[in-house]
């Protein structure tokens, strides 16, 4: 049973940082990628960031040059390090196992999520 696990939410203040962190667990095949997404209040779930199997990366345009993508711990994790924070950057943050569906990445499975504020 594939699972994945998100750790590192919590409360800072706005120009902090945070580093979220993911694991897979329960796959022994490579992976083609793996994705951070995030749900507002009110809001739809939205694409933050992606790391695929050989390293290439993506962003949203909202979070570049703020947001870090990298894998932490080995093929299976991938970390978000979250810099200058910003009030509008507060969701809940959900971890994606995605594959790879008509040319174009689609989340196949989730984690529970980890609750990101930013507030003063």
């Known amino acids: 049973q594939v699972q994945l696990v998100e750790s590192g939410g919590g409360l800072v203040q706005p120009g902090g940082s945070l580093r979220l962190s993911c694991e897979v667990s329960g796959i022994s095949t490579s992976i083609p990628a793996l994705g951070w997404y995030r749900q507002a209040p009110g809001k739809q779930r939205e694409f933050v960031a992606r790391?695929?199997?050989?390293?290439?990366?993506a962003y949203a345009d909202a979070i570049k040059g703020r947001f870090t993508i990298f894998r932490d711990n080995g093929w299976n994790t991938a970390a978000l390090q979250m810099n200058n924070l910003k009030s509008g950057d507060t969701a809940v943050y959900y971890c994606?196992?995605?594959?790879?569906?008509?040319?174009?990445?689609?989340?196949?499975?989730w984690g529970r999520g980890t609750q990101v504020t930013v507030s003063s």
């Open positions: 994606a196992l995605e594959e790879i569906v008509n040319v174009k990445y689609s989340p196949r499975y």
């Open positions: 790391i695929a199997t050989r390293g290439a990366v």
